[in-house]
């Protein structure tokens, strides 16, 4: 990767036309749009005008099939959820791995934030926004080791944490998530919280019927960053528990729109049923 991830910057755009939302917004990201190249943050100025602000997501929404946008907004709201519960009930840390343009460390008060990313990606982040106190590891998961890394940042293996690991499983391979996944059950201590999102393994098989599947795949893919792998839900359990990880929740992010865009009568915001978000416990 010679440049910041493609994919991390839509995601970044799909929150921030969220924060620019007058109302029934899932969440407050101010610092989204500063992690947008120059094109992005005009489409982002243009939406603070209501009328243009609908337009521009049923645009997103009509021409990217699957619901990358609304999923994007679901998952990000349903994370913050955990990642505050995890930290209300005693995590000291912690870490998004994978981090992306993810402002989490800005957002959401923890004692010690780790950012954990592709040097890449992580060095255009660091150009758009403050440090804040947040701790950079710059970390390839393709091929450097995650522990070591981290605790050469600071991080207290005795203490528990919370880590996020969003939108970066099926960009990887088999290997890499089963290196990654052994490496955090040895390192977190107990009572530590793992909050990562996945693909079904159907949606890329061909063995699964998803709505907008395949078209979501193709604009990735010539975005350079084609899916790689994914996890049936049936067994996620048990792959877990071979690695001394303990999952407690699984669901799409149609589950979450039910909850959280479903009460606020956005009812026609198109989300993923292969695209899934999983929380175990360590």
């Given amino acids: 990767m010679r440049g910041s991830s493609r994919s991390a910057e839509h995601v970044a755009l799909f929150r921030a036309l969220e924060h620019s939302r007058r109302h029934d917004r899932l ?12 094109g992005y943050r005009a489409v982002v100025a243009a939406s603070r005008v209501p009328a ?8 997103i929404d009509t021409h990217y099939a699957g ?3 609304a999923s994007a ?3 990000t709201r349903l994370i913050d959820d955990r990642v505050e519960a995890a930290l209300a009930a005693g995590a000291t840390q912690l870490v998004l791995l994978g981090a992306g343009f993810d402002n989490r460390a800005h957002r959401i008060a923890a004692p010690v934030a780790f950012e954990v990313d592709h040097p890449a990606t992580q060095a255009t982040k660091r150009r758009r926004a403050p440090a804040g106190g947040v701790r950079f590891v710059p970390v390839d998961l393709a091929v450097d080791a995650l522990a070591p890394a ?12 919370v880590v996020v690991w969003e939108g970066v499983t099926n960009y990887l391979t088999a290997e890499a998530v089963d290196t990654t996944l052994r490496a955090l059950a040895a390192l977190l201590a107990p009572g530590s919280t793992l909050i990562f999102t996945y693909v079904d ?8 019927a998803f709505d907008g599947v395949a078209e979501w795949h193709a ?10 792998f994914g996890f049936k839900p049936a067994q996620l359990r048990g792959y877990l ?10 669901l799409s992010t149609r589950d979450a729109a039910a909850v959280y865009l479903q009460p606020l009568g956005r009812t026609d915001e198109p989300t993923a049923e292969f695209y899934r978000i999983a929380v175990a416990d360590a």
């Fill in 27 to 38: 969440f407050a990201d101010a610092l989204a749009t500063r992690m947008l190249p120059p």
């Fill in 52 to 59: 243009v602000h609908r337009w521009i997501v049923r645009y």
């Fill in 67 to 69: 619901g990358p946008r």
């Fill in 73 to 75: 907004v679901v998952r």
């Fill in 150 to 161: 981290l605790q050469a940042a600071g991080f207290d293996a005795a203490a528990p944490a």
């Fill in 201 to 208: 393994r159907a949606a890329l098989d061909g063995t699964g």
């Fill in 219 to 228: 604009a990735v893919q010539r975005g350079g960053e084609p899916w790689t």
């Fill in 241 to 250: 528990s071979e690695r001394g990880l303990h999952l407690t929740e699984d």
